[in-house]
């Protein structure tokens, strides 16, 4: 499924931003996370790294879907096993991922060690049942870094939609 970009500046009727942010551990970027009656959407916007390209004036925009049915897994799997070790109770050892299926979505769950910069740790998030924009291959994916998780507040915010 091929999407199209949301204008966070001019949202369509029946969706909503919930929170703008700054994307910690993406140097100038902000997180915008919006919703609609049954998707969750990441967006990620930073300096537009060539000015022909962008997606909007000096712009570069990063947009991933995930159904909202899918949140509560998210921090239940982020929390109870990716950021717990298997003694604590968190996924094996030797593993770094969790997958599932939600509202007929492909999605995972893994550690990312190098999330947005070298040994920086964070998650990364998976649908591959949806297409990345303006592309008819691939996957999307959002990479969030601890820091943004905890610090920055997004899993607070995500608990909000629940």
């Not at 998976?126 to 905890?150: A, C, H, I, M, W």
């Amino acid at each position: 499924m091929v999407i199209e970009m949301l204008n966070t500046n001019d949202l369509p009727a029946g969706y909503r931003l919930v929170s703008r942010l700054p994307n910690l551990g993406f140097e100038g970027q902000e997180l915008f996370v919006l919703v609609s009656d049954k998707l969750l959407y990441l967006i990620s916007k930073g300096p537009s790294l060539v000015p022909s390209m962008e997606d909007e004036p000096g712009l570069d925009v990063y947009q991933s879907e995930f159904p909202l049915s899918s949140v509560a897994w998210f921090i239940d799997t982020v929390e109870s096993s990716i950021w717990r070790s298997s003694a604590e109770g968190g996924i094996s050892a030797g593993k770094y991922h969790v997958v599932d299926k939600f509202d007929c979505e492909d999605l995972k769950i893994s550690r990312d060690m190098n999330c947005g910069a070298r040994y920086q740790k964070g998650i990364s998030w998976k649908n591959f049942s949806r297409k990345p924009y303006g592309s008819s291959y691939g996957y999307q994916e959002k990479q969030l870094t601890d820091q943004v998780l905890r610090e920055g507040g997004l899993l607070d915010i995500l608990r909000k939609l629940l």
